[in-house]
């Protein structure tokens, strides 16, 4: 069956750490994949989008990269900052149009 | 441009009622989705409505419907409600540019409690 997994423990790090946060899955062949950011009671907020032939995608302090053939991605937050803590939400998109999301990471930056 | 809104914020209903829930997207995004979230089951897929015809459909069952108008703002309606209803509904807008971009964007959600 279809996955998408995401730690789902928290993460916790030091301000001015890089957090990495990862999204792995199965039985997916995914043209585009996304990475939104939720805080609490709020819907969420997207970030970075990827697409299956892009390796890297940056944008400010974030870093995203792709790896179709470890179905992988990772999401890099440099130089963290307490007002990085959230939860990301890692997003697949395949045929259809139809996205389909991770259970999230929390990721908590700590001074 | 003003984000995706929704209406109402906060909701308390009776097992056995039904509700509507209203979402008027980003001005010139035709597409419209709905999504269900949950402590257990995270961020689930509803339906994606784009110019007022149903595209996708997620696995929840016939009591959960929804509707775009020729406006593009969107409704869903759930009926018979259940405890487990109990859930942040979210919309989401987007628009489908030329190059392919997907992203979404999400409105704040409407708190839905089934007591």
């Known amino acids: 069956s279809q996955k998408i997994e995401q730690n789902s423990e928290a993460l916790n790090i030091q301000e001015g750490k890089t957090a990495t946060l990862t999204c792995n899955y199965t039985?997916?062949?995914?043209?585009?994949l996304q990475w939104y950011r939720q805080d609490p009671g709020r819907g969420p907020v997207f970030l970075l989008l990827?697409?299956?032939?892009?390796k890297e995608k940056r944008k400010e302090r974030l870093k995203v990269t792709f790896d179709t053939t470890l179905k992988q991605s990772l999401f890099h937050i440099t130089a963290s900052q307490p007002a990085d803590s959230a939860t990301y939400l890692c997003?697949?998109?395949?045929?259809?149009?139809?996205?389909?999301f991770g259970t999230g990471t929390q990721l908590k930056v700590e001074l | 441009k003003a984000g995706v809104t929704q209406t109402p914020r906060y909701l308390i209903k009776t097992r056995g009622q039904q509700v509507t829930l209203s979402c008027s997207p980003i001005s010139g995004h035709r597409s419209v989705s709905w999504y269900q979230q949950t402590p257990g089951q995270g961020l689930q897929f509803l339906f994606e409505y784009f110019s007022e015809t149903q595209r996708n459909k997620g696995n929840f069952p016939g009591r959960f419907s929804g509707r775009q108008f020729s406006n593009s703002r969107s409704e869903m309606n759930v009926s018979t409600l259940e405890l487990g209803d109990s859930a942040l509904y979210l919309c989401?807008?987007?628009?489908?540019?030329?190059?392919?971009?997907?992203?979404?964007?999400f409105g704040p959600g409407t708190r839905l409690t089934v007591t």
């Open positions: 039985n997916y062949s995914p043209a585009y």
């Open positions: 997003a697949l998109t395949g045929g259809g149009n139809k996205l389909t």
């Open positions: 990827i697409r299956e032939n892009e």
């Open positions: 989401a807008s987007r628009h489908n540019s030329g190059q392919g971009s997907y992203e979404q964007y």
